[in-house]
């Protein structure tokens, strides 16, 4: 089955150029679309065909949509920066197609080919590209789905899907600028388990973090921490965003069990962690090492990472049992300096020694 060209069928844009610059001098976080999207179908037999990039609009839906009942459905988030040279560059794009391929498969859906994917996310910015903000570390989120689109109400892998991707431009994700977050340490409510669906970005692990993201709310926390599913007491990761550990200059991050979300941005820390100088490494870390290290001095700071959050410090910890400030419950160096190390990259005021942006 050959990968379609996408057909482009723009029209003007509705907002005026002043009224889409008052949208990008303060965008937030999901709340405005770009003029247009790309969708395409796939149907069994035939595979990927009709890719087109048309206005933005409302998907006309049959109520035994299988997505609405079934929750096949997938997802992906990266973002595309403005260069200093005024061009336009998004960060790992095969990354985000490869776990897309992963979340498919985990979800028994069909796989977007990496090229179709990346064609996709170019075509819609390439058209769009008057909503790259122009400064800082805002950006446009691209957000490439996949939803079944078969009409019945048998439970199977649907037969007729399609792929859609949009855009939204970005600022910060928690407004408010880099305030260290407090977190809730869920006990009661689990992610995910092994050989579940963690390790997937798919609707349903997001839908039953709600509950726990309410109840951390009612603790006056603006996260979850979520726990291993069989002790409760291994650190997994956050709703939106992997975690990092800082030891000095040692760097650690809860290992891939299975259950949590290979993110992109935590193994580009690695990376980058090791270009600065910094051991990084992956392993397991309970709450009790956590509270304990703290109290030690040893865990000098704890980060939150991801495309939407890029770098948070974690200012202080809460659980049913027991709750701290984390270091000194400000922003820490080595955090801080990951997040500039990491930014810089992705704006292009460093260079790309490893080979990580796209340029259109
Ligand atoms: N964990 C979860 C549950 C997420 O939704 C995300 C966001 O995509 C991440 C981690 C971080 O992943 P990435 O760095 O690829 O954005
Ligand atoms: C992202 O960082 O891209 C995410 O998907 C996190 C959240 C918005 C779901």
């Not at 089955?1 to 996408?6: A, V």
């Not at 928690?174 to 997937?200: H, I, M, Q």
């Not at 000098?300 to 709750?323: D, L, M």
Request: hydrophobic share 40%.
């Amino acid at each position: 089955m050959t990968t379609p060209t996408i057909e482009l069928k723009p029209s003007a844009n509705p907002l005026s150029d002043a009224e889409r610059d008052a949208i990008l001098a303060s965008p937030g976080f999901g709340r405005h679309f770009t003029d247009h999207m790309v969708t395409v179908k796939w149907t069994e037999g035939r595979g990927w065909h009709d890719a087109e990039l048309t206005p933005y609009a409302p998907l006309s839906m049959d109520p035994a949509n299988m997505t609405l009942h079934y929750a096949q459905t997938i997802f992906e988030g990266l973002k595309a920066y403005r260069q200093p040279d005024g061009t336009v560059a998004t960060f790992r794009p095969e990354a985000n197609a490869e776990r897309f391929r992963s979340s498919a498969r985990r979800m028994a859906m069909p796989e977007v080919p990496t090229e179709l994917f990346i064609a996709a996310c170019d075509a819609l910015i390439q058209q769009d590209k008057g909503w790259v903000p122009s400064s800082g570390e805002a950006s446009l989120y691209l957000r490439p789905f996949m939803i079944a689109s078969e009409v019945g109400l048998g439970v199977r892998p649907a037969n007729e899907y399609l792929f859609i991707v949009i855009a939204s431009p970005a600022g910060a994700y928690f407004p408010g600028g880099v305030k260290p977050v407090s977190v809730w340490l869920s006990e009661e409510y689990v992610r995910a388990v092994k050989g579940g669906t963690g390790a997937a970005k798919t609707g349903g692990n997001y839908a039953a973090s709600l509950v726990a993201q309410a109840e951390a709310a009612e603790h006056g926390c603006d996260q979850v921490v979520w726990l291993d599913a069989v002790e409760h007491r291994w650190i997994e990761e956050m709703g939106g965003m992997n975690l990092y550990f800082v030891y000095g200059d040692r760097i650690v991050t809860p290992s891939l069990t299975g259950s949590l979300l290979p993110g992109i941005t935590r193994d580009s820390l690695l990376k980058i962690a090791r270009d600065l100088g910094y051991t990084a490494e992956e392993g397991r870390i309970s709450t009790e090492d956590w509270k304990r290290d703290n109290e030690a001095g040893t865990l000098t700071e704890v980060f939150a990472c991801g495309t939407a959050a890029v770098i948070t410090p974690v200012g202080s910890v809460k659980s049913a049992r027991a709750n701290w400030t984390q270091g000194d419950g400000e922003p820490g160096a080595v955090t801080m300096r990951l997040r500039k190390a990491l930014l810089d990259l992705q704006t292009g005021v460093t260079p790309d020694t490893h080979g990580w942006m796209h340029p259109l």
